[in-house]
């Protein structure tokens, strides 16, 4: 690596005597939020692709206007409270939650922070504010045609303040519990150890969170009309392959950015992603073949996203011969958690909860049961295998195994019943009832939230005493 800055503790408050910052790690960390970025309207097009007509331009709208309202939280607060190390990272502080020390990302810029010590905060801060963006998103999938647009808006902000930013601490930060299971009161007392749960790149708190948030959603809006008696198909598998094939291309950097800077581990983490996502791509349509005797073009891209879901956690400590069983395994429980929803009573529409929440729980697992030591060693920086990153069951640490379902069941809970709390207080706020009306869910999101359609179709328009037809523009909606 090129150094190409020097800091000191006053330069560098966070890193005290740390010898400097690699610019090739800041444009790497840039280039990774750029690919992150592109999974926000891929999926739109996924979860767009998924709906009905009538709802389509609605998802994507979702997707967007969520990933701008999240962006300003995060300015505004949001990364502080996520990432904060204090003025003084070696003195006591919360596991539980960041201070207002970033608030308006004041101090965020040259300095590095002790948890990416290769590159410049503020690269740090934008890479990770994508995260925090598509997580508000994923929620969609389960209440997908039948939700309004504003309460919705103002459900993302309150809920990545309350739930996604202290998990995202829990997780990640310098003295988050979870990340320091195995020595929470030294962590509380500014001497964390870093052992404790693995989430290499968001099992918890992007899809953990999420998947649970879209079951407090969808249980709070009930079921869609007609449930039950009409079967709900996916209008435009087309724009199902597109979502699919840009969030497949952006988690790459999603997995391998996570690396915080461009060494071997972040490229093993990309290795691993692609191989997990080709195993479940596969893995879920030959389980529908079993089952119902067809392959699924549906199927292939459900598996993929399921498979890319479950290595998400795993991918910074696994090896290539385990993300094939890490893809494989998550794909196959997901595609039955996904069945078995109507015998549950509850209406997840895209499947967030059965493949995010679903595949979070079951990558966060294996991880410990699969991770092993010296893939970290990959990244230059973290040789102490034995006291930082112990590995998994397999590696001879089974314990790893109740560290990563601690965490895991603790997310899913808070998220879960903290969602229900917010959706019910918005809920009772005149003007901000979260369904749509009866008349709007039949005519579709898309007129009767946006009054816009996704499609413009060509209708015939039949005059007196002709034979022809005279094609006529309408704005009209497949039901």
């Known amino acids: 690596m090129s150094i190409v800055a020097t800091t000191n503790s006053t330069l560098n408050p966070f890193v005290p005597g740390y010898g400097g910052l690699d610019q090739n790690s800041t444009g790497f960390m840039l280039w990774g939020a750029a690919l992150v970025f592109i999974m926000t309207p891929g999926l739109g097009f996924f979860y767009s692709g998924m709906a009905r007509a009538k709802s389509a331009l609605t998802m994507i709208m979702l997707c967007m206007a969520a990933m701008c309202v999240v962006s300003i939280q995060w300015v505004c607060f ?17 596991v539980f939650i960041g201070d207002a020390t970033h608030f308006g990302l004041t101090g965020v810029g040259f300095n590095a922070q002790r948890i990416s010590p290769a590159m410049s905060s503020i690269a740090f801060c934008i890479y990770q504010l994508q995260f925090a963006t598509i997580t508000a998103g994923l929620i969609f999938g389960s209440v997908a045609e039948r939700v309004r647009i504003i309460p919705a808006l103002i459900f993302v902000f309150c809920w990545t303040t309350v739930i996604y930013d202290p998990v995202a601490y829990w997780t990640w930060s310098w003295r988050g519990w979870i990340r320091n299971f195995s020595c929470i009161s030294d962590a509380a007392n500014g001497a964390p150890c870093g052992t404790g749960g693995m989430d290499f790149a968001g099992g918890g708190p992007v899809h953990i969170s999420s998947g649970f948030a879209g079951l407090a959603y969808a249980i709070m809006l009930g079921k869609r009309r007609r449930v039950g008696i009409e079967e709900f198909r996916p209008h435009h598998l087309v724009n199902v392959f597109l979502g699919t094939a840009l969030l497949w291309f952006g988690w790459f950097a999603f997995n391998g950015g996570s690396a915080s800077a461009g060494t071997a581990r972040a490229a093993m983490a990309g290795a691993v992603t692609h191989i997990a996502a080709a195993t479940g791509a596969l893995a879920w349509p030959l389980t529908d073949y ?6 699924s073009g549906l199927g292939l891209c459900s598996g993929a996203v399921a498979a890319l879901v479950g290595i998400t956690p795993a991918s910074g400590f696994v090896a290539p011969w385990a993300a094939v069983v890490i893809g494989g395994l998550t794909a196959i429980v997901c595609n039955f958690s996904c069945r078995i929803k109507g015998f549950l009573g509850f209406d997840d529409a ?5 493949v995010h929440g679903i595949g979070g729980l079951v990558g966060n697992i294996v991880t410990g049961i699969l991770a092993q030591r010296w893939i970290p060693t990959l990244d230059a920086t973290n040789t102490d295998t034995t006291t930082v990153v112990p590995g998994g069951a397999i590696d001879g640490h089974p314990i790893q195994i109740g560290w990563q379902a601690a965490g895991s069941f603790a997310i899913a809970g808070y998220s879960f019943f903290g969602s229900l709390i917010i959706l019910s207080i918005i809920n009772i706020i005149p003007g901000l009832q979260l369904r749509v009306s009866k008349d709007d869910e ?36 497949v039901m």
């Not at 895209?350 to 059965?354: F, S, V």
């Open 290 to 295: 079993f089952v119902t005797g067809k392959m």
């Open 78 to 94: 949001g990364y502080s409270l996520a990432f904060s190390e204090g003025k003084d990272a070696t003195a006591p502080g919360s």
């Open 350 to 354: 895209l499947d967030a909860w059965g």
């Open 442 to 477: 039949i005519i579709g999101g898309d007129l009767g939230e946006m009054g816009e359609v996704a499609y413009e179709l060509v209708q015939p328009e039949t005059y007196p005493g002709s034979n022809y037809g005279s094609p006529k523009l309408e704005g009209t909606v």
